[in-house]
């Protein structure tokens, strides 16, 4: 049985440069403001690509070099960000449009954790990979989901960005943060 003290909270994503960095927080804060909804807060705005997972804290390096590794292995790419999506009844997000690099890069991402790392994205296993950047989640109120989704449905959002790095996020207990960022290669023309 592992000794959870000795284990510590990771997970892998994209985190937007500026400005949708930025863009991204001032909407989590408004959710936080009109709707009650802070829990998207204890994370950078973000693009998930493996799901939170245990490891043990004293091998941290031994996670960061082999995805340090696998990230320089890998071509930079172009995401792009359009308007607001929902899973009723709590999440509303910007939306990733469909992406073949993207999806590449998880899938591959996912592969080589499950290998060298014997980790499984186990909330995953029912569901396909729906990337999505998150601005209101688990506590948004059944009855605020309405109002928050009647305001922001028919809203445009319209930002591209090159994914150059990923991030390694862990928990420190109250909320997440970047660990280290992983460099993708250039593409090469």
Not at 27 to 53: G, V
Request: aromatic content about 14%; hydrophobic content about 40%; some cysteine.
């Amino acid at each position: 049985m592992k000794n959870q003290t000795d284990y510590q909270r990771y997970f892998l994503a994209i985190i937007p440069p500026e400005p949708i960095f930025s863009e991204a927080h001032q909407l989590k804060e408004y959710f936080k403001e009109q709707y009650n909804s802070k829990a998207s807060l204890n994370s950078p705005p973000h693009i998930t690509l493996h799901m939170p997972f245990l490891w043990k804290e004293k091998k941290e390096n031994v996670l960061l070099e082999k995805l340090k590794t696998f990230s320089l292995a890998q071509s930079a790419f172009g995401l792009h960000l359009q308007n607001y999506k929902a899973f009723p009844p709590r999440v509303i997000y910007i939306d990733v449009l469909p992406n073949q690099s993207l999806f590449l890069f998880q899938k591959k991402l996912e592969r080589f954790c499950k290998v060298e790392f014997q980790l499984f994205n186990a909330n995953r296993l029912d569901q396909a990979y729906h990337p999505h950047l998150t601005l209101a989640f688990r506590d948004l109120k059944k009855d605020q989901f309405p109002l928050a989704w009647r305001e922001f449905e028919s809203k445009k959002y319209d930002q591209s960005f090159t994914v150059k790095e990923m991030a390694v996020l862990k928990h420190d207990g109250t909320a997440w943060k970047v660990l280290s960022m992983c460099g993708l290669k250039e593409p090469t023309l």
